[in-house]
Every structure is written in C-alpha cells, then in structure tokens.
C-alpha cells in the first residue's frame, strides 16, 4: 500500500500527492490549507461552509446546517442533513436520515425510511473531476 494518495484542492483544484495518513495539508498550487480528514458530525453544528478531502460522516444524533458542503470522499447521513451537497464519491442517505437540500454526486443510495423533504438531486458521472480519487481510497 502506497504511502501517498492523490488528493484534489477544493480551493484550486489543482491534484497532488499526499500523506495517507495526513489530517490537513496545504496545497502547492494556492497555498490553502485543506481539511483531508473524514468529518464526523456526532452533534448539532451549523457552519456556512463544509469542505473535506476525506467524506462528511452525520451520525445519528447529527444535524447538520450548512449552505455549501462538499465532500470529495463521499457523504453518509444516518442523521440530519441541511445544505447543498457535492461530492466526488457515493452519498449514501441512512434508514431513518432527514435530508433538504441539493445533492450532485457520481453515486447516489438512499434506504428505505429515509426523509428526503426537498432538493434537487444530480448524478453526472463525475461531480466534481473527484470520482477517480473517491475509487482509490475504497
């Protein structure tokens, strides 16, 4: 197993190589620091904007409220999700999740039970120019 992963810049968009096991990191074309760990929402938490190399992870006793939340890696919501999602990887919308919100993203599951109350949902093969990074960290 290789000790670098090919990472994308949501800033720039420029692709890099970086530590596996890195948290953050900045990017060498615009000098951003990037979040590249998974974020894990176990509380309520309202922010304007969500952005992650890694997948944004809402578990059941999640609520989140952002405007913009973009998650190369993927997205899973067991909880609540409000805000407008896209992602390089597969959402996958828990049996008893609550989602409003838009959503673009390469692969879409939602189990039965879950609460879609609205959005507009799109699944172009490749959301973000990330869908070959999210294939390589499965």
Known sequence: MSALRTIQCYHCRRRFEAPRRALST???????????????????????KIQTCGRLIVQ???RVMAGIIEAHAGVEVEGILEGNVVSGGLVRIGPKAQWKGDCRAPRLAVELGACIARGF??????????????????
């Open 26 to 48: 900045s990017c060498p074309g615009c000098s951003k620091p990037l979040v590249v760990e998974d974020v894990v929402i176990k509380t309520a938490h309202s922010v304007r």
């Open 60 to 62: 059941k006793k999640g």
């Open 121 to 138: 949902f799109s699944v172009p093969e490749d959301a973000l120019g990330v869908s070959d990074l999210a294939a390589e960290a499965e």
